[in-house]
């Protein structure tokens, strides 16, 4: 007997399966859109002077958080500043690092 995916039901008599939006399918289309950080979204109107966080710096760059601190170590990444407990990077700096071709 064919498997269907959760999506899916069995086909109708023309053998054309019948597609449908579940629930589940709604609340993981609208995580994964609020799962883009608002700093990433509007990085382009952001002025130089601000800061973002590093799901931001992981995402401008697609790399992930061990390679944000490894490149920050080594200096291929701006070094990143504390503000209150809170660890952000100087946009300016990640947009002179992104004008160069990144990494």
Known sequence: MPRYSATQ?????????????????DRLKAK?????????????????SANVR?????????????????RSKNGLLPTPIRLGGTTVW??????SILGKGGE
Request: aromatic residues 6%.
């Open 54 to 70: 590093q799901p931001v710096v992981e995402a401008l760059f697609g790399i992930s958080a061990t390679t944000v601190w490894r």
């Open 9 to 25: 039901s069995k086909p109708d008599k023309k053998g054309v399966p019948h597609t449908h939006n579940s629930p589940t399918s």
């Open 32 to 48: 994964s859109e609020k799962a883009i950080p608002a700093a990433l979204r509007d990085f382009d109107s952001l002025p130089n």
């Open 90 to 95: 100087n946009v300016g700096q990640l947009r």
